[in-house]
């Protein structure tokens, strides 16, 4: 057994009162929360730092791993999705592999335990299977006619039964509003039981344009990838308004990025949906399209947040204390408390792993970092499980 203090322990949610002390047992089991008056004071292991649970990284691509670097930055989502299209037929499948494990092993030594990952192909699920980490997989359809739901929802679901043929978790997802049909939604939606969804939302302001008026970037893209957008229907609202219709209820729906949420957007979503996540990817956003989501909106309209690290595609790391790192040094605001929720507890929530991440989990080895927090930027000074 071990009996592990700290300066300051965050459970996930809060601080505790600086007398409690972790006790563990095998395989770094969380036993007991107890107060230090209980225990001989020569068995405690005390460490100067901030112990807090494991970080869940709440979005990410392992798969597009081998695109670090790759794609230039802050041209935009047109530009950077023209970058993925022309990249992705270059690199050898060994080479793919070998990012994604190196890309596996750096989340895990940057303190993450968890984490919601998209999946297009299986070639992932082998490294998953062997991971120290837990996968939560999206497998992301994509699918603009209506008329191919139904072909697209079955490839999908090959590659969801291959993926639990390896006892592997996870569930289908649609990709972003501008490349997947209401119909698509809604058919995913419909097999949607009991686990989480995602979608990427409004990443680009050219994705409200596309649903307002059918102008803009995504309507020049598709003119050149030469696919036919005649089935897709301006609404003359912005995205958010338009699709979130499709998708259920009453199950947990992550969105990513909201760069481009307004204060309309952000309430009318809160309103129809009571299961929706809010999930940031800073450094990836300023990757992209050089700008930060409105995350005062997001915490003024008490949205649950969550932090994800997006792919090496559009990031230089994948480590959620970067993230955290960037939001400290633009928001002054925000309080080391509510961020090490959104990096932790949330993300766990929002992927329904909660029972045994984003916490100190009795039963359970949910991690344990211990962090450094000075001059507003947080590091890790050792994982303790
Ligand atoms: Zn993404």
């Known amino acids: 057994m071990r009996f592990i203090a700290a300066t300051r322990l965050f459970d996930g949610k809060q601080f505790l009162d600086s007398d409690m002390v972790l006790v563990l047992g095998g395989e770094s089991r969380l036993l007991n929360i107890v ?28 798969e597009l791993s081998y695109l670090k670097g790759e794609i230039e930055p802050r041209k935009g989502l047109i530009e950077f999705a023209k970058g993925i299209i022309g990249k992705r037929m270059l690199f050898s499948d060994q080479k793919i592999n070998e990012a994604a494990i190196a890309a596996d092993k750096e989340m895990w030594n940057n303190g993450i335990v968890a984490v919601g990952d998209i999946s297009n192909v299986k070639n992932s699920f082998e490294i998953k299977k062997n991971s120290k980490l837990f996968y939560h997989t999206f497998i992301e359809l994509i699918g603009l006619n209506p008329m191919h739901s139904e072909v697209v929802f079955t490839f999908g679901k090959d590659i969801l039964n291959g993926l639990q043929a390896q006892n592997l978790k996870g569930s289908l997802t649609p990709h972003a509003p501008y490349s997947v049909s209401g119909n698509l939604m809604e058919r995913i939606s419909a097999e949607a039981k009991g686990v989480p969804t995602s979608i990427h939302n409004q990443e680009s302001e050219e ?179």
């Not at 008056?37 to 691509?61: Q, S, T, W």
């Not at 559009?314 to 790192?325: A, K, R």
């Open 35 to 62: 107060n230090r008056k209980d225990l001989d004071p020569g068995n405690i292991e005390h460490y100067d730092g901030i112990i807090c649970p494991g970080f869940v990284n709440a979005h990410c691509h392992l």
């Open 207 to 385: 994705e409200n344009n596309f649903f307002r008026d059918k102008t803009g970037g995504f309507a020049d893209l598709y003119e050149f990838l030469k696919s036919p957008i005649e089935h897709f229907n301006a609404t003359g609202r912005s995205s958010l308004r338009s699709y979130l219709q499709y998708l259920s209820k009453t199950e947990n729906l992550i969105l990513i990025h909201n760069t481009f949420s307004s204060q309309e957007d952000i309430a009318f979503a809160n309103e129809f949906h009571k299961q929706l996540y809010w999930c940031l990817c800073p450094n990836a956003n300023l990757y992209v399209e050089n700008k930060l989501p409105n995350v005062k909106l997001m915490i003024r309209n008490n949205c649950r947040i969550c932090i994800g690290t997006d792919s090496l595609a559009s990031n230089h790391s994948l480590s959620i204390m970067d993230e955290m790192n960037v939001l400290f040094e633009n928001l002054p605001e925000l309080k080391l408390e509510e961020v090490l929720q959104w990096s932790t507890f949330n993300g766990a929530e929002a992927l329904m792993i909660n029972d045994s991440f984003g916490g100190f989990v009795k039963n359970k080895n949910a991690g344990l970092n211990l962090l450094n927090f000075k001059d507003r930027k947080v590091s890790l000074i050792q994982k303790l499980a």
